[in-house]
């Protein structure tokens, strides 16, 4: 394999960048850039798992001071020879080292290929690798722990589980198939259904925690809604902690929608703050209108802000309507104020009530539990892993696709030879799912959505 070469820290000013080198050569092209002070020991003959201070120099150009770490094969992220350098935080000086070890023979490395060479050197498993992308990318302590759990092997655990247990019936099956004239006992049907129905029932469960598990991946589309000054920007400043949309006394002043992602405790929610619903007079304020209408029918989540200080009337009445067969919660806002709201009609409509003072931050806990009940994400264990994406979640719905199949087709009398065939399509996507039977273009779509230099 190439020798490969990319910086895996973020393209920026900082105070150290890190380049990563990958192949067989690393330590020679090493050799050739890299002039140690600290110990006598080119690159090459370094050990695994240590550093070496010294000098980048360019055919005797001194460029930068950095640190070199080396990792011998097998003992490395790829699983081949690794260096890694710490050289000075800036764009200018970590490119000209960059450009310096692709002259010396290494090739840019792609997206995701320090990861696809650790996958193809069975360092870990398709799950793992992607779940090392998921980590990068977690906004909040529930994504962290999920992708965490995936790379520890939570869900391969499982699946593994009932790979292993279809492999031992296609092994019966086989035997049986193949030498149907031998004499190999016939394959109870009534174990091997129970062992299909467990896999099924496994498999099913791993489903449901995907779906309960989707806000806590990409968090939830969320829309604030509620008529003028009942305080929806300052609720959406005092979920994103600082001062986004403009808060003022007069009536229908936030026209624009702001948007942002906060994290309310465990999950993120994608915040949509709106012009508010209402009948709108001037143009300018009617084109936000129309937008923050069509915000509300794509939301996943409505907080519709009612004002605990006035009476409710017919803009509140218009919310309320507008909120019907939506996964909605109000908020009654101002609680630090006396009450004139007459809360009974909301009572009556919304599921979940919640009272909120926007200005004082009472109130978010409530919020935060309101919406994970609303999602049925208090039942999960984040540390049972769940799946990080489309993929995955496909070829587990297709392998119990074919387990059920296999299960019909045992009860009506089939033949093996079909359920067989069932079974082995089964096994097939689960060896998919973990990247132990995968066609390469499946694993080139994979890593081309990782970044440069993981
Ligand atoms: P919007 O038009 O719905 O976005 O409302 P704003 O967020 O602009 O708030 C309107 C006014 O109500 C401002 O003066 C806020 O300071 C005030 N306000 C918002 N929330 C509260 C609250 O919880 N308590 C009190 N006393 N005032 C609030």
New binding site residues.
């Given amino acids: 394999m190439s020798v490969i070469a990319a910086i895996a820290t973020p393209r920026g000013t900082g105070g150290i960048s890190v380049i990563r080198i990958s192949g067989e050569d690393t330590f020679e092209l090493c050799n050739g850039i890299f002039t140690p002070t600290s110990t006598k020991k080119r690159p090459s003959e370094m050990e695994g798992y240590t550093c070496a201070y010294g000098k980048i120099t360019d055919g005797g150009e001194y460029i930068d001071d950095c640190v070199l770490t080396v990792f011998c094969a097998p003992k490395s992220y790829t699983g081949e020879d690794v260096a890694e350098i710490s050289c000075h935080g800036g764009i200018f000086v970590t490119n000209r080292i960059l450009q310096l070890i692709f002259r010396n023979g290494a090739v840019p490395a792609e997206p995701g290929e320090f990861t696809k060479r650790a996958f193809l050197n069975g360092k870990m498993n398709l799950i793992q690798a992607e779940a090392v992308m998921n980590i990068i990318s977690a906004e909040g302590r529930a994504s962290h722990c999920c992708a965490a759990a995936l790379k520890q092997g939570a869900i391969f655990g499982n699946i593994d589980a009932v790979a292993k247990k279809l492999l031992g019936l296609l092994g019966e099956l086989g035997a049986w198939v193949d030498y149907p004239e031998e004499d190999i006992p016939e394959v109870e049907s009534g174990e091997m259904l129970s062992v299909l129905e467990e896999s099924a029932s496994a498999l099913e469960k791993i489903l449901r925690d995907y779906d309960s598990g989707k806000i806590i991946r990409e968090g939830v589309d969320t829309v604030i809604v ?12 005092l979920l994103s902690g600082c001062e986004r ?5 007069i ?4 026209r624009d929608i702001v948007e942002e992602s906060v994290t309310l405790g465990d999950i993120v929610l994608r915040l949509s ?1 709106t012009a ?1 619903i209402r009948k709108a007079e001037d143009i300018v304020e009617k084109f936000g209108v129309e937008r923050a209408n069509a915000k509300l029918d794509a939301a996943e989540l409505v907080l519709a ?1 009612f ?1 605990n ?1 006035e009476p409710f009337n017919e803009e509140d009445e218009e919310i309320c309507k507008r909120c019907e067969g939506k996964k909605c919660i109000a908020l009654i ?5 006396e009450q004139s709201l007459d809360v009974g009609h909301i009572e009556k409509t919304f599921e979940k009530v919640i009272y ?5 931050g009472e109130g978010t806990h409530e919020l935060e539990a309101a919406i994970c009940g609303l999602f049925g994400t208090d039942g999960l264990n984040y540390n049972e892993g769940i799946l990080a994406n489309e993929r995955q979640r496909l070829c587990v719905q297709n392998s119990l696709n074919a387990i059920k199949e296999a299960v019909f087709a045992l009860n009506d009398g089939y033949t093996l030879d079909a359920v067989n065939i069932l079974i082995d399509e089964a096994e097939n996507y689960l060896l998919e799912l973990t990247g132990e039977k995968v066609s390469e273009a499946v694993v080139n779509e994979v890593f081309s959505h990782f970044c440069v230099g993981k």
């Fill in positions: 509620g008529k003028p000054n009942v305080g929806k920007s300052t609720l959406m400043n949309s403009i808060v003022t006394d009536a229908g002043t936030t703050d508010g802000v004002d200080s806002n101002k609680t630090d104020k909120i003072s926007a200005r004082s």
